[in-house]
């Protein structure tokens, strides 16, 4: 079992920053995949960015590629999400997940969630 605690949200004006975080403690291998998802209100949950934990390997969105980076400390067991350029459009719950193995782009395809953080970009 494997459990993700999500912190770092919060209200930004257009252009600032935020970095988020993902707590993860439980049973963890180095193939785990993290990806960070958002959903906004009346839309379907997105994909935002992941990282295979074990090598780092990182994908991302087009609508966030050049502003939002993914990382992880293998150390405190966190993956980040640092949001740079924040746009209105990216306002929505953002949702860490996580899968035994690989990573995929479709909310689906992970088996666990953390509880989700706000962050409102005002313009």
């Known amino acids: 079992q494997v459990q993700l605690v999500e912190s770092g949200g919060g209200l930004v004006q257009a252009g600032g920053s935020l970095r988020l975080s993902c707590a993860v403690s439980g049973r963890t291998f180095s193939t785990y995949g993290m990806g960070w998802f958002r959903q906004a209100p009346g839309k379907e949950r997105e994909f935002v960015a992941a990282?295979?934990?074990?090598?780092?390997?990182?994908y991302y969105a087009d609508s966030v590629k050049g502003r939002f980076t993914i990382s992880r400390d293998n150390v405190k067991n966190t993956v980040y999400l640092q949001m740079n350029s924040l746009k209105p459009e990216d306002t929505a719950v953002y949702y860490c997940a996580a899968r035994p193995s690989l990573v995929v782009t479709t909310p689906r395809g992970y088996d666990y969630w953390g509880q989700g953080t706000q962050v409102t970009v005002s313009s």
């Open positions: 990282i295979i934990w074990g090598d780092s390997r990182t």
